[in-house]
């Protein structure tokens, strides 16, 4: 966070991980452990230069994830134990959008350099956090790129209609603005350039980013040939606008959110019209589609489906035919053109010990007529370009064999993260891999040990008020941004969610129950009144008589920052009005950044 937002009076702590998952979920389970209540209560706040700031301190990609993040940060948010949860995303979503619309500039941070360089494979969201992060520590950061733009499969594999390609620039940008160097077109590994080449150079240590680009086979007859493709050779086609034909039936072969942005974008894309490289603004091209019928198969059912609920339900909107609890036997081929997908319906997709082993019911034989299969079936990385093994280990999935604490490979000085160590995963998460990397590449080139001890986490106690909430704050319904008309989507990449409205946007702040505000009670000055406990609504105070043998005092932890089930506190202040005024609140900041460390050091506070 921005100096101009810190309170000069603070306490540095430390706290154990178990208390923060059980009083700041959001936060916790943020892969990226972003700040969710301090970027919420800043909008609330109307400052939104200083919620894009905090926003940056944790996720280079804000504007990114503020489009497509899966939210596994809403999943937890306390808001949602009785009622539906904050809409965290789309509040990230209004934010960036801010910024960017009104061209507001973030002012450059003064770096202080360091000796050594670092080489990063890969400009997708692990390689491209993990080159902001070395940067920001000094380092010369050079990223190399096979492709010949940056964003990996942000820019490839997710469509215009949900990620705008300008904002995916607007992100990187930002982080090219530390001094990070971005070489396009430029392969590593044999023939080419290797890693070996990489660490002679000079190269202290090199980072792997490099993606999952291989779609699984499914292993039937048919599928090798014309009219069958993987989604992301699709998705990567249509972006470039080099796709030419799909005919006027397409199956997609899947039942994942990549199938349903595949699926999707079949039914837009409009034959032998190319469009506008991704920096061009694809997503705004109004280009009107003929009529095409577009079938999704997969194997579970429709409740099973591991697609996003709303990803499925915008298909459906769309006109695409779901077809699930059926597996494909076999594609079928007339004079090598394809014509048709047999499938078998499916009898069980999981074994009794929730394994993946399909099972399928002898003689359901079926026929869905296509003159396009597309395959959507799972991803996994690509390794043959890879130079150094065995020295670098693979793991039997064929992804690279990494610590999970540091992502160091079996080669010293190689580190590997993202979908190319752990297979498909969100953006967020191959940030907080980019995050963490980025801090045991640190360590190694300073000579340290890699491990970093996370048994427990320093934060920033501050004195915080708690403002004043609406009398019906309980009650206010979760805002729920415009939708495209699901007319103005046919033919078109127009983005199809519209974002929140800044009205809607302070509402849906007001929502958020603080759950970074924690109450700090001074147990020397209570007089055991009691008025705490009786006007606490969901009973976080309690009040203990002598005669129960305990502490005679309101129930306060060990290291007397936070009183006895806070982690059922919804932050309504009724208790801070205190006739001696023992009970005050105080904001957590979890890991704070340097700059937040050292204006305390200065001042001489709580260390």
């Not at 995916?168 to 396009?184: H, L, Q």
């Not at 007529?369 to 370009?385: E, K, M, Y």
């Not at 958020?512 to 109450?519: G, H, M, S, V």
């Amino acid at each position: 966070m921005s100096q101009s937002t810190i309170s000069k009076q603070g306490t540095r702590v430390a706290l154990d991980l178990d208390w923060l998952e059980k009083n700041i979920r959001c936060q916790h389970r943020c892969p990226a452990h972003m700040d969710v209540p301090g970027y919420i209560r800043l909008i609330n706040q109307g400052r939104y230069l200083e919620s894009y700031k905090l926003m940056l301190e944790t996720n280079p990609f804000p504007a990114v994830c503020g489009y497509i993040c899966a939210r596994p940060c809403e999943t937890k948010c306390k808001r949602g134990d009785f009622d539906k949860p904050v809409a965290i995303d789309a509040l990230k979503r209004f934010v960036t959008d801010y910024i960017y619309k009104n061209k507001i500039e973030i002012p450059s941070q003064k770096i202080k350099k360091r000796k050594g360089k670092v080489a990063i494979i890969g400009a997708g969201p692990a390689g491209l956090t993990a080159a902001n992060g070395l940067a920001g520590m000094g380092y010369k950061v050079t990223v190399f790129e096979k492709e010949s733009i940056v964003g990996g499969m942000m820019m490839w594999a997710i469509p215009s209609y949900r990620l705008p390609r300008e904002q995916i620039m607007f992100d990187v940008n930002n982080i090219k603005a530390r001094g990070v160097k971005i070489k396009t077109n430029t392969p590593i590994g044999k023939p080419g350039k290797t890693i070996s080449d990489l660490l002679k150079e000079g190269y202290k240590a090199v980072f792997i980013a490099a993606g999952a680009q291989k779609v699984r086979k499914l292993g039937i007859p048919g599928e090798e040939g014309d009219g069958v493709m993987d989604c992301l050779e699709f998705l990567k086609s249509v972006s470039l606008g080099v796709m030419k034909s799909l005919g006027k039936k397409v199956i997609v072969v899947g039942g994942g959110n990549v199938a349903m942005d595949t699926a999707r974008t079949a039914v837009r894309f409009t034959e032998n019209v190319g469009y506008e490289h991704a920096e061009m603004d694809a997503a705004r091209m109004a280009i009107r589609l003929g009529a095409r019928e577009v079938h999704v198969v997969c194997l579970e059912s429709k409740e099973e489906m591991p697609a996003f609920e709303h990803e499925i339900e915008g298909a459906e909107e769309e006109g695409i035919i779901l077809n699930p609890s059926k597996g494909p036997k076999r594609i079928i081929r007339e004079n090598n053109r394809v014509v048709g997908l047999e499938t078998l319906d499916v009898k069980s997709v999981f074994d009794s010990s929730g394994r993946f082993n399909p099972t399928f019911i002898e003689g359901s034989e079926s026929t869905i007529p296509s003159d396009t299969v597309i395959l959507a079936v799972g991803q996994t990385p690509d390794a043959s370009w890879l130079e150094g093994r065995p020295e670098i280990e693979l793991t039997p999935r064929g992804t690279i064999k990494v610590d999970d604490e540091t992502l160091a490979t079996t080669r010293p000085g190689v580190f590997a993260g993202g979908d190319v160590a752990y297979g498909p995963r969100i953006v967020i998460e191959a940030v907080a891999d980019g995050h963490k990397v980025a801090k045991a590449i640190d360590r190694y080139i300073r000579g340290e040990n890699l491990q970093e001890p996370e048994k427990k986490v320093w934060v920033t106690l501050l004195d915080s008020e708690c403002n004043a909430r609406e009398g019906n704050y309980d009650a206010v319904p979760r805002q729920e941004m415009q939708m495209l008309n699901v007319g103005e989507r046919q033919g078109t990449f127009n983005l199809v969610e519209l974002g929140l409205t800044e009205s809607q946007a302070q509402i849906e702040a007001e929502r958020c129950l603080k759950c970074d505000l924690n109450i700090n009670v001074a147990t020397d000055d209570c007089i055991l009144c009691g008025r705490c406990s009786s006007v606490c609504p969901v009973d976080a105070l309690e009040q203990v008589d002598v005669d129960t043998g305990g502490d005679y005092r309101p129930h306060v932890s060990k290291d007397g920052i936070v009183i006895r089930y806070t982690d059922v506190c919804i932050r309504c202040g009724n208790c801070k009005d205190c006739p001696v005024d023992a009970i005050s609140m105080k904001s957590v900041f979890w890991e704070p950044n340097k700059e937040i460390n050292k204006l305390l050091e200065k001042s001489g506070v709580g260390l």
